[in-house]
């Protein structure tokens, strides 16, 4: 493979698997739905699919069409451009004809056999349950394309045998196909813009999904197809494919599909915005966000493929997502979202994937609340929505004073303490058989962090609203602050991880101490701030995010791999979590008093990530996690919505690709 401008295509040459597996794709339809494989097309994992549609947005997704077996004849010929991963065996090897692929704006894929060039792309009708899939014949002869729809129902966590529930019962007209998967299942579409189908029922076998076998999931699945749609292509000729839920769109001009896709992601990037990489996170940020049917209003996909809307990562996202973006609408709905299902003081930590009620065991996305409406009053100065919210933040200080869900409560020292040995209710929140890898009962760093700016914030609104009425809050700010220095900032020049006032210390060296340095209210002096930060950096800094744990400690797990408990058991346990980066840099430069040397340690350290999201797992994205020990290729979720916001934060805010720095930056790399 030879790597190609980061805008164009990567280029292929007779390929191997290995080459082309661990390189993904995802574009999506802003209410949960998506279309998602490798490069080459072979299925890795029982989430990837052609249409996985959202049927309560942005939950309730499902697996429809899986995939498509694909092939070219000519001249007696066949060429088979698909892959399927069987027992032990790759059938067919269509691989081996990829010779390019890009991303961008939409996953477009070259197939090349001899004098035979086929050029394929994909999109998604935003807003809808709806793949558009365009196939030209780049030949200078004719041929004929067969497309062989591989379908299934069923949930994206799961996998499906053959069953008696399927029926795939179906009605052919005007080249289209109606297919109903079950007696109870919503039809799908199927149109082609010109040829014949071919009607020949059956059911393949054992497809392998070996990035679930890995994870030591289900990994086996059987899919079913109806026949094969034939389709004549005359030289520079394309085709269509609709594959959508929605009759209304199989009149519609395809075309016009690709043409409203391309100028609504054009339309996401601001006019002073010129370096290209800074573009393509944009684009890259606004797969995550989302419609909720339920409230009628913008939601954050946590991260895809598997995760749904969380309180936590939303709040922590939407500021890079959206206020640095300077989107008000969206980022007003968002928080509007999450504030409508304020509970006892606390916002839901999920909203779990098939309507049922929130779930409410957290501690920090309710206290990260309260720095995204600071940010988001500090872009758009909008006082009449902060006094809207006020009386809700002086609730949820109420809250936390006298008690509320998982033992969150004050403390008589003036700091919030929560849960228990068997509660996660922290970010660092792994639970197998019943058990939290990382408990941190007790007061946890962050959290106090967030609580001490959870209170100046809510006081520095009451001081913009001149509102005289509600609760004086100094004694509060005082004594957390107090207690902070006591009982956290250790005699080693960094901070403890968990203290049990009194009682317990875990003095770990982890990453959630950054947290009070990059918060808009500080705790610290500039002296004690620095002493921190070189530790976090000599300790846990690496360019792909910060390690969970100091690798000198006896519990740091070098690889995220294995089974579920096995995985469970490294996440926080010195796995590299990228959007720890923004906290990192945003201390980084407030130390450094935003000199040009920390802009350019900054702009030298994101290269790395950088290569990543352009030619490494899901190209165009960037993963949830990488190995503590060795970081090389993306663990986890392919595509995490806070590692994308934390990068694109920390560029935005602080305009790190001026020309001037960045041409600087890179002499000084030369």
Known sequence: MSKTNKSQSLL????????LLDKEWIITNGIGGYASSTVCGLNTRKYHGLLVASLHAPTDRRVLLSAIEESVSYDSKTIEFSSNQYPDLIHPKGYKYLTAFSKKPFPKFTYQFESLILEKELCMVHNSNSTIISYTNKSAFPVQLNLNPLMIERDFHGVSRKSDSYNFYFKEDNHCLKVYAKSDSKPLFIKYSKGTFHKQRTWYYNFQYLEEKDRG???????????????PLEPGETAYLIISLEEKHLNES???????????????????????????????????????????????????????DWGRDTMIAIRGLCISLKRQEESRSILQTFLNYLSEGMLPNRFPDYGQEPEYNTVDATLW?????????????????????????????????????????????????????????????????????????GCAVEINALWFNALNITRFFQQELNDKKNVDLDELINKCGQSFRKYFLNKEGYLNDVVVPGTSTDNSIRPNQIIALSLPFRLLNPEEE?????????????????????????????????????????????????FLLGEFY???????????????????????????????SCLHGISEIFDGGNPTSGRGAIQQAWSISSVLKTIIDNNLYEKSVKKETKQDNI
């Open 12 to 19: 292929f040459n007779n390929p191997s698997p290995e080459e």
């Open 217 to 231: 999931m289900e990994y086996t699945e059987d899919l079913y197809s109806i026949g094969t749609i034939k389709i």
């Open 254 to 308: 395809p075309e016009i599909f690709f043409s409203k896709e391309r100028e609504r992601l054009q339309s996401l990037i601001p006019a002073y915005v010129k370096d290209e990489w800074t573009k393509d996170l944009i684009i890259s940020g606004n797969q995550f966000i989302v419609k909720r049917e339920s409230t009628n209003s913008y939601s954050v996909i946590a991260g895809y493929h598997w995760f749904s």
């Open 369 to 441: 609340l309260f720095v995204a409406l600071h940010d988001y009053y500090k872009a758009f100065d909008d006082l009449e929505f902060i006094k809207t919210t006020l009386p809700l933040l002086n609730e949820i200080i109420e809250w936390h004073k006298k008690g509320t869900r998982y033992n969150i409560r004050l403390t008589e020292e003036g700091l919030i303490t929560a849960g228990d040995y068997n509660s996660q209710l922290t970010w660092m929140d792994a639970k197998c058989n019943g058990i939290a890898i990382t408990p941190r009962q």
């Open 530 to 578: 620095k002493n921190i930060l070189n530790k976090v950096q000599h300790e846990l800094f690496t360019p792909y995010g910060l390690r969970t744990l100091s690798k000198s400690d006896s519990n740091f797990k070098e690889t995220y791999r294995g089974d579920v408990f096995t995985r469970d058991s490294a996440y926080h346990q010195g796995t590299i979590w990228p």
């Open 586 to 616: 945003s201390a980084y430069l407030r130390i450094n008093n935003h000199s040009s040397e920390s802009r350019k340690f900054i702009i030298s350290s994101l290269i790395k990530l950088e290569n990543h999201f352009y030619f490494d």
